[in-house]
């Protein structure tokens, strides 16, 4: 289980350096620095970010309880802001000028459309504490704290389930399975379950990143390969990168991450303690 919070980390250190930009035409396949965050070799945004917010919530209270990750999240936001999409950059700024956080997400919600990928890519320690029967309504609540969109809701949601099967030993295929039978968006449906009628898209919407991750995961067949293969893509390769490295890191295990990536990231030995921590209280 530990492997899902590191491996989404490494994505996120891996394609940091080439969010917002076009397929580079030289494959990367080691961490880089720079990008539009000038950011520093190993160092992840506040995709890591947000989802060890809620990873030590789920530890400290050993449930979900969203008053308290809504105050990390603000937290977060207020050291780090150069990181943040837009529909948590409006959301946040609605909380700090004193706006009651449930009418601050319906604003958004009704102003912007809500449906970028924020609650996607924060949600794998929800993923791996709560089982496979218990996932899906804490990982639409969570996603609705700040994305009410029901389409990013919903990819949230697919997005959990999977790293909870997969945490719990499922195959690929049985876990992208019950996947799509509990999806309950037309929409969501329709483009997960035909993942190659697509083009890949990694855009900051929920359902086009929520695509790239899963399709690469689903058609390779090792970490390295993976997130190689989803940040080459270009476009928001932090997100795409830490999606795809939480799946691949739920399925294939820590030790399957390169010893080499491992190595160059920033606070690896805090990311794998917190992720054996949330090991330790998840339910079977």
Known sequence: MA????????????????????????????????????????YFTDDTMQALAIAESLIQFRRYCPEDILQRLVRGYLENP????????????????????????????????GRSNGSVMRGAPIGIVYPPGEVREISLACSALTHRNPVACECSAFFNQLISELCRRSSKDSAYSHALMKCRDNEVFNRLSSPRTYALRPTLDALDATHCA??????????EDAVITVINLGGD????????????????????????????????????????????????
């Open 214 to 223: 899963v399709s690469v995961f689903m058609e390779t067949d090792s970490p």
């Open 82 to 113: 150069r990181y943040y999409g837009p529909t948590s950059t409006s959301f946040f700024k609605l909380i700090l000028n004193g706006t009651a956080p449930d009418i601050a997400a319906e604003n958004v919600y009704r102003k912007s459309g």
């Open 237 to 284: 390769a932090d997100t795409t990168g830490a999606l795809c490295g939480a799946l691949s890191g739920a399925y294939y295990g820590l030790n399957a991450i390169p010893a080499r990536w491992r190595g160059n990231l920033n606070k690896i030995e805090m990311i794998i303690d917190i992720g054996y921590r949330l090991s330790e209280i998840a339910k079977k």
């Open 3 to 42: 492997g899902a919070l590191t491996g989404l980390a490494i994505g996120d250190a891996m394609g940091a350096p080439l969010e917002g930009q076009k397929s580079p035409e030289k494959t990367v396949t080691e961490m880089g620095f720079g990008g539009i965050h000038n950011i520093s070799r190993g």
